[in-house]
């Protein structure tokens, strides 16, 4: 993963396009709220992302494979 700051700045690689795309769309919609903890679960997911196939498999550390 690149380093943060050229995340920040739009700088990605191209097969994180639509991620990209599909995060500032769903922040467009909800706004900024300073962080999950302090709305919790929307109970939505920008299309994109609901139509991606579900993981369930995780490390030991708990991310996904």
């Known amino acids: 993963m690149p ?16 991620y ?3 995060n500032v769309e769903f ?9 999950a903890a302090k709305i919790g679960n929307t109970g939505k997911d920008h299309p994109f992302i609901a139509a991606l196939p579900h993981r369930t498999k995780t ?7």
Not at 59 to 65: D, E
């Open 3 to 18: 380093g943060g700051s050229d995340l920040l700045r739009g700088r990605h690689p191209e097969e994180w396009a639509d």
């Open 20 to 22: 990209y795309k599909a």
């Open 27 to 35: 922040f467009d919609d909800l706004g900024s709220p300073g962080g």
């Open 59 to 65: 490390t030991k550390n708990g991310c996904f494979l």
